[in-house]
Nanobody, 125 residues
């Protein structure tokens, strides 16, 4: 069992930065690939970024490439999403997720086994 807790959301202006963190309980964190998803009102949950178990490889949706950076610290059971140059279109609830099997379908929410409760990010224009 893995429990995930996100933090760091908030209300910012366009162009600002935010840093989201997700802390995992349990001893399986280092064996899990991790992902961030987001869901805007009235829209489906969408993939944002993923990082492999070792942290050697990262993946991003095109809309955030060059602005967002995913990283992890296996010693602290933490995955982080650094978000720069935020846009109103980034407004959503952001979720972190853990993938224990790691089949490589990073963009699919069905790849992931555990989810956090979400943290709200609101970007005003």
């Amino acid at each position: 069992q893995v429990q995930l807790v996100e933090s760091g959301g908030g209300l910012v202006q366009a162009g600002d930065s935010l840093r989201l963190s997700c802390t995992a309980s349990g001893r399986t964190f280092s064996r899990a690939a991790m992902g961030w998803f987001r869901q805007a009102p009235g829209k489906k949950r969408e993939f944002v970024a993923a990082i492999t178990r070792s942290g050697d490889n990262t993946y991003y949706v095109d809309s955030v490439k060059g602005r967002f950076t995913i990283s992890r610290d296996n010693a602290k059971n933490t995955v982080t999403l650094q978000m720069n140059s935020l846009k109103p279109g980034d407004t959503a609830v952001y979720y972190c997720a853990a993938d224990l099997i790691s089949l490589g379908s990073w963009e699919s929410e069905f790849e992931y086994d555990y989810w956090g409760q979400g943290t709200q990010v609101t970007v005003s224009s």
